[in-house]
C-alpha cells in the first residue's frame, strides 16, 4: 500500500486546530491498522495515535490528552488525524503508517509509510 499525507505545509497559531489526511492506495486499505507518527527536528519519530481495521479501537500517546482525534474512512481509503488546542510543542513532520496483524504503537512494527507533512504551530 502507498501512504500520502496531507494537510500540513502552512503556519497554524497556537490554540487552533488543523486536520491531516492519509489516502492510501490501492483496494485492501481496510485490511490495514493505521497509525500517525511525528518527528520534531532533532528528535526520533514518536507515537501520535492508532485506529485498527474498523476503527472500533483507537489509542493515542498518553501525552496528548485527548486534544487529537484519528479516524478513517475505507470508504475512501483514508485515514484522519484531528488535531485541536494545538501547542507549539506539537510542530513536527507527521507520518503516517500502515500495519497488518495488531495494531501497534511502535514504530518499527509498521510495514508502510507515508512521506510525511509538517506541521508548524507558532506561540
Known amino acids: 500500500v502507498q501512504l500520502q499525507a496531507s494537510g500540513g505545509g502552512g503556519l497554524v497559531q497556537a490554540g487552533g486546530s488543523l486536520r491531516l489526511s492519509c489516502a492510501a492506495s490501492?483496494?485492501?486499505?481496510?485490511?490495514?491498522?493505521m497509525g500517525w507518527f511525528c518527528q520534531a527536528p532533532g528528535k526520533e519519530r514518536e507515537f501520535v495515535a492508532a485506529?485498527?481495521?474498523?476503527?472500533?479501537?483507537?489509542v493515542y500517546a498518553d501525552s496528548l490528552k485527548g486534544r487529537f482525534t484519528i479516524s478513517r474512512d475505507n470508504a475512501e481509503n483514508t485515514v484522519y488525524l484531528q488535531m485541536n488546542t494545538l501547542k507549539p510543542e506539537d510542530t513536527a513532520v507527521y507520518h503516517c503508517?500502515?500495519?497488518?496483524?495488531?495494531?501497534?504503537?511502535?514504530?518499527?512494527?509498521?510495514?508502510?509509510w507515508g512521506q510525511g507533512t509538517e506541521v508548524t504551530v507558532s506561540s
Open positions: 503508517a500502515a500495519k497488518t496483524g495488531y495494531y501497534s504503537r511502535v514504530k518499527s512494527d509498521y510495514d508502510y
Open positions: 490501492g483496494r485492501t486499505f481496510s485490511r490495514y491498522h
Open positions: 485506529i485498527t481495521t474498523t476503527g472500533g479501537v483507537t
